[in-house]
Structures are given as structure tokens and as C-alpha cells.
């Protein structure tokens, strides 16, 4: 097999130059990281899992119109996604107070929020990717204000559609994060959903009982991160109804 380039790695991807003009592959690895990488762990299936998740969330904005960099799923840990121009921002959503937004303000977890607020975080590891205001962004040339409005339109639509679908399997949504990039056709611009969606980037509670089916279930040690991983993609159909956990991939020469 001959030797990909590699064009960028982070905490738990690697992107690959794609097979055409224009696209990248994108592999999920099984590390897992809190607190800015401070905890560290190899969790045996994660990749795969996020890799099957981030693809039916994609799938299923793009049947609904939002636009999204997915193409198409390659394997067990790598899809095909369109290159894009990423804004250096993280676009989080918030449905209900949680982790940072709940100390920040003295609030309870699990508190109900008003309507949903959007917050945007600077992506720099090395500075914990801080909180920053709509001026900083438009004033240091980040993304402009139209830009930042059409941003908020499509992260509320996302929300609506994750939230509806989580919904439907018991699940609350109650926070998540996104990144979009830009895609340029001569001199049109479009913004597209990228990275992934999966619950490594969303906070995710069972509505009856609050057990945490996300990345918490790491940053607390409160349980198996795989098995609550692996019981969002039962409840979603990802996986069959009767799977317990996700083994690790066999590969096939």
C-alpha cells in the first residue's frame, strides 16, 4: 500500500490527503483526552464508533439541507470529506447548563436554559481554547458579522435536528460543538458543517435515568466510555440491537 501524506493530526483524528483534487480522508483514532490533553487514554473501539456515529449525523443533515464537508464512509475508521477552509472557531451549543457554562455561573447541571445560547471558543489548545466575543472574532478578521450570522442560523438548525433526533431515542442533547469551514466556488462562499459530530463533541444524558452516554464518562470516570458510546449507536440504529460492545475492527489483507 502506498504511503498517504499526512496533512494534519489532532487529539483523536488524522487527516490524509484524499484520493482526489480537493478532499481529504479522515481517520479516527481510539485515544481519548480531557482537560486539554492533560488525561490521556487509548479506549480499545472509540474510533470506530465515532467514525459510524459522525456518519449518520452528517447523512442525515445533508437530507435535511445542511450542508456538511461529509462524502462517503471508507472503511470501519476513515471517510472521505471534502477540504475545507476551517474558521478557527469552535461553535458550541448549549441546550441546558452544563460543565464549563454551569461553574462559570453557579448553576446546576441539568439546568433548563432559556432558549438555546451559542458560544464561540478560539481553537488553540496550547490556550484552552478560550471563550471569545463576537467583536474579537470580527475585529481580528476571524469571520466576518455575515459570516457569524450565518454560523448561528446553521448551528440552531443542527440543534434542532440532533435534539429531534435524540429525542426520539430517549437521549437529551444537552450541549454539543461544532466547526465549520468554508467552500469556495470561484468567488462564492458557502459554509459548511466539518470535523465530526459524535459523542466525543456532544454532551449526551439518558432522559429517565441522566446517566452520561458522552466524553464525561471519561473526564469523571464514570464507567466504560466504549459501552456508552456503543449504547448511542444501539439506540440510533448504528449497531444492532442486541450489541453490548464494540470489539475491536478484525482487518482483512
Known sequence: MAR???IYEGKAKILYEGPEPGTLVQYFKDDATANNAEKHAVVEGKGVLNNRLSEFFMTGLG????????????????QLVRQVEIIPLEVIVRN??????????????????PRP?????FKDDKLGDPLVPEEYIIAFGWATQADLDDIVALALRVNDYLSGVMYGVGI???DFKIEVGRVWDGDYQ?????????????RLWDMSSGERLDKDVF???????????????????????????????????
Open 63 to 78: 437530507q435535511v439541507g445542511i450542508p456538511t464537508h461529509f462524502l462517503r464512509r471508507l472503511n470501519m475508521r476513515e
Open 117 to 121: 445560547i451559542i458560544e464561540f471558543s
Open 4 to 6: 498517504r501524506k499526512k
Open 96 to 113: 441546558f447548563a452544563a460543565g464549563s457554562m454551569a461553574r462559570r455561573l453557579g448553576m446546576e447541571e441539568g439546568t433548563p436554559l
Open 172 to 174: 437529551k442533547l444537552v
Open 219 to 253: 473526564r469523571k470516570d464514570l464507567g466504560n466510555l466504549t459501552d456508552a458510546y456503543t449504547e448511542v449507536a444501539r439506540r440510533l440504529g448504528v449497531m444492532p440491537s442486541n450489541a453490548t460492545h464494540m470489539p475491536k475492527p478484525t482487518l482483512i489483507n
Open 190 to 202: 458557502r459554509l459548511v458543517v466539518a470535523d465530526e459530530i459524535s459523542p466525543d463533541s456532544c
